[in-house]
């Protein structure tokens, strides 16, 4: 008697679960993503559709709101989409102003810097009274 191998299905999926992940994949909403992953959390297809719903939110960012990516690293901190988040978050806080840059917009002091923070460029003056002075880059005091 010869025996037939068949292959077994782990958590073979519903006809109703692979038809509403093709309906999400077909037009991928937020709201779609949610309604799947509400009714089949624990779905093969859970972590696509989970990536597909945090590629919407990270790519509906404006690259340069300071605020908004660093909401969605708060919101999402297992997305696959983190690291781009962490370099956005990384630029917008590292000053472009040159030392010799600053020192120039500064004008009279013991030393400049340019200082960044959630994408807003200012320049830390030290003055030679060892006075601290905050300037934005056109050199006003702020």
Known sequence: MA???LPLVA?????????????????PTVKNA?????????SVYAPKVI??????????????DAAGVLNFRKE?????FLPLAEERIRVHN???ISPAQAAA???ECAAAVGWKKDNVEHILALGEDLSLRILSPDGSLE
Do not use: C, M, N, W
Request: no cysteine.
């Open 11 to 27: 958590g073979a999926q519903t006809k109703a679960e692979t038809s509403l992940y093709a309906k999400t994949v077909k037009k």
């Open 94 to 96: 590292t000053s472009t």
């Open 76 to 80: 999402h901190p297992e997305s696959y």
């Open 34 to 42: 949610e309604k799947f992953l509400k009714k089949y959390p624990s």
């Open 51 to 64: 990536r597909l719903r945090d590629s919407l939110f990270f790519f509906a960012l404006d690259p340069e």
């Open 105 to 107: 917009t500064a004008g």
């Open 3 to 5: 025996l037939i191998a």
